[in-house]
């Protein structure tokens, strides 16, 4: 009886890519979801879920986002210091006016496995506030939402 296998790829076989998302005037989800897609190597044929396939993921314009109803008030984001009674707690309006950034990253961080598999594919995500970015040398393919 012939069955088929599924093909493991070694980190030599992948080529990876570089990505450009201009999050300017766009859904946090929905750059959200497309990042996370990216990072996992979900657009590519090669796709396997327990092995890192996915590709470099640069997003800008992150303090331009934009969210839909009472989100920029009611979404609460915590942070424990490690101390007794020192859960600190930030909504979304105060952390896009300090740390946009952290904003999609968080986001991004949700929608991906979690574990190793999950922070190694974390670290091909580059995230700024504004347009300006170093990764312009690798010559990111820009997507469209």
């Given amino acids: 009886m012939l069955t088929k296998m599924t093909k493991h790829f ?3 076989e992948i080529k990876r890519d570089w990505y450009l998302i201009d999050a300017k005037d766009k859904i946090l989800g929905k750059v959200a979801v497309k990042a996370a897609e990216i990072l996992q190597g979900k657009n590519k044929v090669e796709f396997t879920p327990n092995s890192d396939v996915g590709d470099f993921v640069i997003i800008i314009n992150a303090s331009k986002v934009k969210v839909t109803g009472k989100k920029l008030t009611e979404k609460m ?3 424990h ?10 909504n979304l309006k105060y952390l896009l006016e300090k740390h946009p950034e952290r904003v999609i990253s968080l ?3 949700n929608m991906l496995p979690k574990g190793t598999l999950g922070h190694k594919m974390l670290k091909k995500l580059k995230v700024y506030a504004n347009d300006k970015h170093p990764h312009s040398a690798q010559r990111p393919s820009i997507v469209s939402l």
């Fill in 10 to 12: 070694s980190e030599k």
């Fill in 107 to 109: 986001a991004v961080k």
């Fill in 81 to 90: 210091t490690g101390y007794f009674g020192n859960l600190k707690e930030f």
């Fill in 77 to 79: 984001y915590y942070r």
